[in-house]
Structures are given as C-alpha cells and as structure tokens.
C-alpha cells in the first residue's frame, strides 16, 4: 500500500508541474524583459552621461583651437601689424576650408558613379535572355 501512495503523489506532482509549466514560463519570459528593460536603462543611461562628457570635452576643444589660433596671430603680430598678422591668418583658414570643401565635393560626386544594383539585375536579365552586350566565356 506504500507503493501506491508514492506512485499516487508522484502522479499528482508530475500532473501539477505540467499544469504549472505555462505560468512558469510566463513568468520566466516576464522575468526575462523586465531584466531588458533594466539593462536598457542602465546602457541609456551611461551613454547620455558619456555624450555629455563628450559634448563638453568638445565645446573645451573648441575654445582651445580658438586660444592656439589668437596665439598663432599674436606670433605673427611680433614680425608684422596686427591687422596683417590676423589677415594671414584668416586667409590659411580660409584656403584649408575650401581645400576641405573640394575634397568632400569629391567623395560625393563619387557616389553617384558607383554602379547602381538594379541595373546590374537589369543587365543580367538581359543576357540571360540573349540580349544586349555581355561578356561570352
């Protein structure tokens, strides 16, 4: 009679842990984005600290190339007028950005000379079926 109340209460267990398992799993998947959730705010968190950081080491960045540039036109203030100095000075800034500007022109007009993908399809259709130019093997 012992045996059958062990086989008995084993059968119940096994029956109630299939009955159990759906909302075992609800609350492992539940479980499983709540901690999403946490993680992506931790990670938002630490990079809008990091941006900030970033942004203000920028704007210090910026007054400082500014600082080196008043320190370059007061070097060149020693040997020449003042005005003339910043003049100089200008003038170098002005010819790198255009240089600058050229070479970015450059790269976008190479954008557009790069083979468009649909054409390619287009092109291999068309050999397919025999027409059109296409390279013979």
Not at 86 to 93: E, G, N, P, Q
Not at 104 to 115: C, E, H, I, Q, Y
């Amino acid at each position: 009679m012992t045996d059958r109340t062990v086989n008995d209460k084993n059968r119940e267990s096994l029956a109630t842990l299939i009955g159990n398992l759906p909302g075992l799993v609800t609350n492992l998947i539940k479980a499983e984005i709540d901690q999403l959730k946490t993680k992506a705010a931790h990670l938002g968190s630490y990079a809008g600290k990091g941006a900030i950081f970033v942004v203000l080491a920028l704007i210090f960045l910026f007054f400082a190339i500014g600082t080196l540039v008043a320190v370059g036109i007061l070097a060149l203030a020693l040997i020449l007028p003042a005005w003339l100095a910043a003049l100089i000075v200008f003038v170098a800034f002005l010819l790198i950005a255009v240089v600058l500007a050229l070479i970015g022109l450059s790269f976008f007009k190479k954008m557009g000379a790069d083979p468009n993908p649909i054409e390619s399809v287009k092109k291999d259709l068309r050999a397919v079926k025999g027409e059109g130019e296409y390279d013979r093997y």
